[in-house]
T-cell receptor, first 117, second 113 residues
Framework: GAGVSQSPRYKVAKRGQDVALRCDPI?????LFWYQQALGQGPEFLTY????????KSGLPSDRFFAERPEGSVSTLKIQRTQQEDSAVYLC???????????????FGSGTRLTVV | AQSVSQHNHHVILSEAASLELGCNYS??????LFWYVQYPGQHLQLLLK??????LVKGIKGFEAEFIKSKFSFNLRKPSVQWSDTAEYFC???????????FGTGTRLQVFP
């Protein structure tokens, strides 16, 4: 597609519920990143894939967060047993640079706004 | 650990005023530097980037930024802002040979006609 597509745009979850957020990167983009943006803050790195390999997951805040990209294209970020502090915008970005270096900058999606009530 | 500081959280200007948004980073090694912009209701877009060479970088829409290595700074400038520049601006740094961007907390710019 022309851009990075994320779904859903908005998600309201009850505390304790599991959620799954989807990212469709630009076709052919090797690298895929997930970021979390809390209200009033800048995006914070969560995890990075190169094709289907998850090369860096150092930013995942807890073991309730899990990301996958099984076929090297679409990625899913799953949050188990959601808590109020998980409320944020979750951004996906993709890049064509195979080394993972954002040499040309990422292309970001519009994000999924998650609200945990 | 790397960090990025944006000192101006909220800037209000009239059209045609000059703009300078501060950005400082902490990292001792070689870095790549970026400014991203987020217009209301839209996704983050790359405004400009610095990797090497001329420390004065020109981006889209008349924006420019200057990398001053000795000050660990990468300030964003525009000589004359327009109402359409109203947006949130994020400075970001990437240490070479790493995969992640570290963002500042952002500066909200409001331009009044």
């Amino acid at each position: 597609g022309a851009g990075v597509s994320q779904s859903p745009r908005y998600k309201v979850a009850k505390r304790g519920q599991d959620v799954a957020l989807r990212c469709d990167p630009i076709s052919g983009h090797v690298s895929l990143f997930w970021y979390q943006q809390a209200l009033g803050q800048g995006p914070e790195f969560l995890t990075y894939f190169q094709n289907e390999a998850q090369l860096d997951k150092s930013g995942l805040p807890s073991d309730r967060f899990f990301a996958e990209r099984p076929e090297g294209s679409v990625s899913t970020l799953k949050i188990q047993r959601t808590q109020q502090e998980d409320s944020a915008v979750y951004l996906c970005a993709s890049s064509s640079v195979s080394s993972g270096q954002p040499y040309y900058g990422y292309t970001f999606g519009s994000g999924t706004r998650l609200t945990v009530v | 650990a790397q960090s990025v500081s944006q000192h101006n959280h909220h800037v209000i200007l009239s059209e045609a005023a000059s703009l300078e948004l501060g950005c400082n980073y902490s990292y001792g090694g070689t870095v790549n530097l970026f400014w991203y912009v987020q217009y209301p209701g839209q996704h983050l877009q790359l405004l400009l980037k610095y990797f090497s060479g001329d420390p004065l970088v020109k981006g889209i829409k008349g924006f420019e930024a200057e990398f001053i290595k000795s000050k660990f700074s990468f300030n964003l400038r525009k000589p004359s802002v327009q109402w359409s520049d109203t947006a949130e601006y994020f400075c970001a740094v990437n240490a070479q040979n790493t995969d992640k961007l570290i963002f500042g907390t952002g500066t909200r710019l409001q331009v009044f006609p």
